[in-house]
């Protein structure tokens, strides 16, 4: 069994930043790809970035230049470092992990980030 914990979100005014973790425990033998999607209310979730087992990245355009995802793979841990953030960046963040040949999803329980104007 798989588990992914997230941590670190919360309420932060527009221009401030937070950081999201992830860590992912149970049997893992090796991990493909991490990512962080989001939510906003009322919208279906999108990839806000994602981070490969080589350490390439993508983001998603709105988030470009702001944002930046890093993993410790000793540690089986993701990171999403959130910087000035707008209130369009409110939404629950979910990360995601894909793991071997089979490619399977694990998905964390979700992490809420509210930015105030």
């Known amino acids: 069994q798989v588990r992914l914990v997230e941590s670190g979100g919360g309420l932060v005014q527009a221009g401030g930043s937070l950081r999201l973790s992830c860590a992912a425990s149970?049997?893992?033998?090796?991990?493909?790809?991490m990512a962080w999607y989001r939510q906003p209310p009322g919208n279906q979730r999108e990839l806000v970035a994602a981070?490969?087992?080589?350490?390439?990245?993508n983001y998603a355009d709105s988030v470009k230049g702001r944002f930046t995802i890093s993993r410790d793979s000793t540690r089986n841990t993701v990171y999403l470092q959130m910087n000035s953030l707008k209130p369009e960046d409110t939404a629950v963040y979910y990360c995601?992990?894909?793991?071997?040949?089979?490619?399977?999803?694990?998905w964390g329980q979700g992490a809420q980030v509210t930015v105030s104007s």
């Open positions: 981070i490969t087992s080589g350490g390439s990245t």
């Open positions: 995601n992990i894909v793991v071997g040949l089979s490619k399977v999803n694990y």
């Open positions: 149970g049997m893992i033998f090796s991990i493909n790809a």
